[in-house]
């Protein structure tokens, strides 16, 4: 089994959606993180869901965590709101760059847990020959796949 064989064609999102619309799609459809990709589909970035929530939290908050315990609950309760009017785009201006994890539509299972262990990601982005984002492969995918056969 190859890398494109279990890449899903969900997880791609292009730079002009928003952050909001960005975070109800990993939720439904239960996704650790998402890729960023040009129109023509070559990867830009990833957008971990941990990278998500950081964008909902103030800045003060950032700045001083502690302060996160004197909000109150129902203010808390409303994190997704720090969200509205973001693009990608504007979270990946904002973002230290992050490793883009990609992989080869043709690498093996084996190759794709490597690449997964070394970048200590939960996903890459499966790249067809001309370099044009295929879809995405998680952990669960690679590990769910390996346990069939074993």
Do not use: N, W
């Not at 690498?107 to 997964?116: F, K």
């Not at 982005?125 to 390996?146: R, Y």
């Amino acid at each position: 089994m190859i890398a494109q064989d279990l890449a899903k064609p969900v997880g791609l999102v292009r730079t002009h959606e928003t952050v909001r619309d960005v975070a109800q799609r990993m939720v439904s459809e239960r996704l650790p993180g998402l890729a960023v990709v040009s129109d023509d589909l070559r990867p830009l970035a990833v957008l971990p869901a941990s990278q998500v929530l950081g964008l909902a939290v103030p800045i003060y908050i950032k700045d001083d965590p502690s302060l996160a315990r004197v909000v109150d609950e129902e203010s808390a309760d409303r994190l997704a709101e720090g969200l509205s009017g973001l693009t990608v785009q504007s979270a990946l201006d904002d973002a230290e760059p992050d490793l883009l994890g990609t992989v080869a539509h043709d690498a093996t299972l084996l190759e794709v847990a490597c690449a997964m262990s070394q970048m200590r990601v939960p996903f890459l982005v499966v790249a067809s020959p001309d370099g044009q984002a295929l879809g995405m492969i998680t952990a669960q995918d690679v590990l769910g796949a390996s346990l069939m056969r074993a």
